[in-house]
């Protein structure tokens, strides 16, 4: 019998029923008020439907855990419980273990950064520093300025500490430096001062472009003149498939700028650890927050990680990752040409997980997602990048977590569920659909019909299929 409902679950004694509307509502008067703007991750939704076998998912940012070999994965567990086991089993200090600090060190050694052990702050994955950036730094209605698109993950937590946020326009080299100062002004002008501005510069999540080397020292100009924060998300920096590597921002300048990265990419996701190296200040204030969140991140997963590095060149894991990541990207880019419409758009990426792709603007991707679903294929749609609405027409195809073969029949899908719409829409409006062209043939698109939702569309030019 449910206590004070008077009706025994159906499942049987001692089961709970499961939640009524009538009973939501009973709680309602509990819950904080920030639960209203708090959103739900577009990703983490998804994650039940794709773990199905019969669903191609090209929705998560997932690296291939399948390339980490088993048997380096056994030596090494067997190794940290060898030597550390009761240590590794243990509490440990709130911002991590020297032995993995070390590790990180030598990471962002390789991306240019000099950094002393005392300026990190160990975390349980990447995600967990915006979630603290957050904490640390808004109070409800203060203003974050990030990329519009920006990574669907930081929405929800923006928008759980009651963030207003205001999104600057991409284009190829990245954020709009000149739109962003003039966001600046006039945000000043009507008495307001962002807490920090959020980028992604390296192989942006979701549009996959990369912020030049001239708007990267803007960026830091801007910040420095005006003495304001930049939280600078990079967990793809090591993951370039072309071009020459372009320094962080945290190498132009440390003072203003708060540095997150993660083993999530270059490592595992499992093992739930990023970092963050911050301003002495801004870094203190994150270690106390994190003390109520999580006391410490996993001891056995820095054992795990201290152990892989001491076993060998880590970077030639990332080599690796690499040369497997760059035959997906291309064989996306390929399949996009062979199989989405005239009209569709999208970024070539120089590296990291993804492509953004933007159809015509009378196409909702995310009643398209509904569609493609019954196809047993996936993608992040749009909307889930914005806080306004915008997006609508745009998706985010992730290529590192599935193989080649799945990445061609996935777009084939996704094409098919598009050319149904595109035929849909000539019907209701008698303008004749695009002829087909030869399977295989090299284009570039016609222009995209400009509209709110194909913002990012508007500067990028579609990529030749590549020869072969």
Known sequence: MSHGSGVESPQGPGRRRRSTARDIERYGALFATRTKVMKSSAMRDLMALTEREDVISLAGGLP?????????????????????????????????????????????????????????LVTTGG??????????????????????????GAVPTFCAYEADVVQVTMDRDGMRVDELEATLDELERTGRRPKF????PNFHNPAGVTLSLDRRRELVRIAGERELLVLEDNPYGLLRYEGDPLPTLRSLDDEFVIYASTFSKIL?????????????????????????????????????VSAYFESGPWDEYVR????????????MLDSLAEHFPREAEWTHPEGGLFIWATLPGYIDTTDLLARALQENVAFVPGRAAYVDGRGGSSMRLNFSGVHEEEIREGIRRIGEVVREQV??????TGTPPTPERPVGASRRAEPVPQTPDAELAKVLQLPRKRAG
């Open 64 to 120: 291939d855990t399948t390339t980490f070999p088993p048997d380096s994965y056994a030596s090494l567990m067997s190794t940290v419980a060898a030597d550390s086991c009761a240590r590794a089993l243990q509490y440990g200090p709130t911002e991590g273990l020297s032995l993995v600090k070390r590790c990180i060190v030598e990471v962002m050694a390789a991306e240019g950064m000099e950094v002393d052990q005392d300026e990190l």
């Open 127 to 152: 995600q967990q520093v915006i979630d603290l950036a957050c904490k640390t730094l808004l109070d409800p209605g203060d203003v974050v300025v990030c990329e519009a698109p920006t990574y669907p």
């Open 197 to 200: 501005i959020y980028t992604v």
């Open 268 to 304: 595992s996701p499992g093992v739930r650890l990023g970092w963050t190296a911050a301003p002495a200040p801004v870094l203190q204030k994150m270690n106390i927050g994190k003390q109520a969140s999580d006391l410490c991140s996993s001891s056995i997963s820095q054992y795990f």
């Open 320 to 331: 690796s990752l690499i040369e497997i990541y760059r035959r997906r990207r291309d064989v």
């Open 423 to 428: 035929g849909l829409y000539g019907t209701l």
